[in-house]
């Protein structure tokens, strides 16, 4: 796993994006397209579903926001994703 050191957007976070209703958006960018993965308060938690959604397509090559990314595995309950993003993490995309 690698770290990104170039974000270029305000948010500072690799896939996470300040919404207009000041929520931040967090998408995952793959080969066909992105997966709009949800809309989150906090750009931390938003991060938090890029990193497990890139580490879940991506594997070890992932280029995450945390390093030592030690969530526990299916602790969302504070985290509001979309459908997309449970497909994502259940090898359906």
């Known amino acids: 796993m690698r770290q990104s050191f170039e974000v270029r957007n305000?948010?500072?976070f690799r896939g996470v994006y300040l919404t207009r209703n000041k929520y931040y958006r967090s998408e995952i960018r793959i080969i066909y397209g992105h997966i709009y993965l949800g809309s989150f308060p906090t750009a931390q938690q938003a991060a938090q579903a890029?990193?497990?959604?890139?580490?879940?397509?991506?594997g070890n090559k992932a280029v995450l926001n945390?390093?030592?990314n030690n969530y526990p595995e299916d602790d969302y309950s504070d985290l509001h994703p979309t459908q997309d993003f449970f497909d994502l993490l259940n090898g359906k995309f």
């Open 10 to 12: 305000k948010t500072g």
């Open 50 to 58: 890029y990193d497990h959604a890139a580490f879940q397509y991506f």
């Open 66 to 68: 945390f390093i030592d």
